[in-house]
């Protein structure tokens, strides 16, 4: 009889524990990181002024002053770019918001309209914002257009709708508290920067701490997920066209109080400058991911360079091809972030499953 031997223990495979990375090195941190990165730059392009123009520089009035030129200049196009960070999130584009800015511009500076007042003429912009950003969400959303193709559709009408109601002139803003947002300052700071502090503040507050700004990254990174999960997506992406709207009818104002006018002219590209600068600040295109710091660190980078090249007298085709080497570098990056972003968690993955 032969003896029974006991089969041997099963060895357990051996997993190879995931990487320790870094602060630095950790995802969490990606958005710190580019932030910081375009502070760099911010700073960079401050030691490029000082080098080309020393004298200038050297006026401790003259810089006081160039920084709030910046910021002005920063600040309406900033409060453009925090509702074009938004529909980007969700998964969206809006090609839009420089012709919504026109329309709500002129509307709110017809004749009757400037009869209501000052508090008709801000009703008239927001609400014209408003209109058009639902209507562009209703379009998008119920009526299953793509985002790029309705909002290119609505910047060629809406730039015609301004013309038409304007009768392609000038219409010059005859209220003292309109106008006075731009001349005016407190506290030795421009109204204007105000205006854009409190929107980015509230843009800040909304996507980073309330429900809104959660179904916002959800809708844009995963809209399937996010229906199944039972968010509205339809009713969520109209209502981030709709602050997107809203984001263009204080533009508006702010754009009319600059130029004591408005026009049908008026805000041309300036959903350029308000895509490239979400770009550059690490709002992801295809959605999913943005900072509203990042967007506005982006708007200060490219109103850095405006006033970098108008002091030092280059023109305008120089700076913006400098504009568009950043928008492609940025995004060029971007790819590379979100390969090796997608390559460590597929590996992860891997060792979690295996």
């Known amino acids: 009889m032969t003896a029974q031997t006991a089969p041997a223990p099963v060895k357990e495979p051996e997993h190879s524990a995931p990487e320790k990375r870094s602060w630095w090195r950790d995802d969490a941190s990606e958005s710190m990181r580019r932030n910081l990165g375009l502070v760099g730059v911010l700073i960079a392009l401050i030691v490029v ?6 004298d200038l520089y050297s006026d401790g009035a003259w810089v006081r002053s160039n920084i709030f030129t910046i910021l002005e200049l920063a600040s309406v196009i900033g409060v453009v770019t925090v509702g074009m960070t938004f529909v980007i999130i969700g998964g969206g584009i809006d090609l839009s918001v420089g012709a919504i800015i026109a329309l709500a511009g002129v509307w709110s500076t017809t ?29 998008i959303s119920y009526g299953r257009l793509v985002a790029f193709i309705a ?16 009768d392609k002139q000038t219409q010059v803003s005859n209220s003292d508290f309109i106008n006075g947002l731009a001349a005016n300052d407190f506290l030795g700071v421009p109204v204007l ?8 503040a509230a843009g800040w507050v909304l996507l980073n701490r309330t429900t809104f ?9 995963n809209p399937e997920a996010a229906r ?20 263009c009818g204080i533009a508006a104002i702010m754009l009319t109080s600059q130029a004591n006018s408005a026009q049908a002219a008026m805000a041309n590209l300036y959903e350029l400058d308000a895509i490239a600068a979400a770009i550059i600040g690490g709002t992801l295109l295809s959605g999913g991911r943005g900072t509203i710091i990042g967007s506005l660190l982006g708007v200060l980078v ?15 085709e120089v700076q913006n091809m400098v504009k568009g080497g ?29």
Do not use: E, W
């Not at 199944?228 to 984001?247: D, E, F, P, Q, W």
């Not at 490219?302 to 305008?316: G, H, K, P, Q, V």
């Not at 570098?329 to 090796?340: H, P």
């Open 213 to 221: 700004g959660r179904r916002t990254v959800a809708v844009g990174g």
């Open 326 to 354: 950043i928008i492609v570098a940025a995004v060029l990056v971007q790819q590379v972030q979100f390969k090796s972003l997608s390559q460590f968690f597929a590996k992860n993955n891997k060792i979690t499953t295996s």
């Open 228 to 247: 199944l999960a039972g968010i509205n997506v339809k009713r969520h992406t109209l209502l981030l066209y709709a602050l997107s709207g809203l984001c």
């Open 151 to 166: 909002t290119l559709a609505m910047l060629v009408a809406a730039r015609g709708l301004a013309a038409q109601l304007s």
């Open 49 to 54: 002024g000082i080098i080309t123009k020393p």
């Open 111 to 139: 004749l009757a309209t400037q009869d209501l007042g000052p508090g008709g003429m801000i009703f008239c912009a927001l609400a014209v914002g408003i209109g058009v950003g639902v209507v562009n969400g209703i379009l």
């Open 193 to 200: 920067v105000y205006i854009l502090a409190a929107v980015v």
């Open 302 to 316: 490219f109103s850095t360079i405006t006033n970098l090249f108008a002091i030092n007298n280059l023109s305008t």
